[in-house]
């Protein structure tokens, strides 16, 4: 069984600062893949950033950068020089990468506000 | 045009009756999936599909039925509708073959379903 915890239910940033979304998984799969969703108040569901397993180096897209610390199980999503467009729900999740399962484990979501 | 069409994108209705929520892409992908999103509780899926030939459950298909009537169709049933359905629907599609498990789901704009 797969599991996300996202242990942040809310976060506030000041507009151009960083921010990290924490997030743990629990999974048995060797082979995994983890990614970061974000959700605005319009309700859709946007693809971030992907990472695998297996990847050496951390995955970065735009501004925003996975710091992904397989030994700890974490895979934090930093946004950097937040905008007030980035004032969303950001959800992680995970998938194993073996066999056919192809079921996404979502966490809870962090609900992150970017203020003046 | 969205790549992940949902429709309706609202529904109210009441308790018993049967509800049918559709699905369509344009994006050509083999497989399709069904999750809702209750408050609190992240994104559950319901059923996915591989092929139009391959459907399957997902964690919380009880009182749900779907149809993938073609490649780029997956609609999604409540024979009898109750009000612990109400929740936010989102369709979502993603790549098959030997690179699958690592491609992001892409999702629909979500249908807001209130049972009275």
């Known amino acids: 069984a797969q599991k996300i915890t996202q242990t942040q239910p809310g976060m506030f940033v000041q507009e151009k600062e960083a921010v990290t979304l924490d997030c743990t998984y629990d999974?048995?799969?060797?082979?995994?893949?983890l990614f970061w969703y974000k959700q605005p108040s319009s309700g859709e569901m946007i693809f971030l950033i992907y990472?695998?397993?297996?990847?050496?180096q951390n995955a970065t897209e735009g501004r925003y950068s996975l710091n992904f610390q397989k030994a700890r199980k974490s895979a934090n999503l930093v946004i950097s020089a937040s905008q007030l467009g980035d004032s969303a729900m950001y959800f992680c999740a995970m998938r194993g990468l073996t066999g056919t399962a192809s079921k996404l484990t979502f966490g809870t979501g962090t609900r992150l506000q970017v203020t003046l | 045009d969205a790549d992940v069409t949902q429709t309706p994108r609202n529904r109210i209705t009441k308790t018993g009756k049967r509800i049918m929520l559709e699905c369509s892409q344009t994006k050509g992908h083999d497989r399709m999936y069904w999750y809702r999103q209750d408050p609190g509780l992240g994104l559950r899926l319901i059923y996915y599909?591989?092929?139009?030939?391959?459907?399957n459950k997902g964690e919380i298909s009880d009182g749900y039925s779907v149809s993938r009537q073609a490649q780029a169709k997956f609609s999604l049933s409540l024979e009898s509708a109750i009000p612990n359905q109400t929740a936010l629907y989102f369709c979502?599609?993603?790549?098959?073959?030997?690179?699958?498990?690592?491609?992001?789901?892409?999702f629909g704009d979500g249908t807001r379903l209130s049972i009275l």
């Open positions: 999974t048995s799969d060797q082979s995994y893949g």
């Open positions: 599909s591989f092929d139009v030939k391959d459907i």
């Open positions: 990472q695998g397993s297996y990847d050496e």
């Open positions: 979502a599609t993603s790549e098959g073959g030997s690179t699958a498990a690592n491609q992001p789901q892409h």
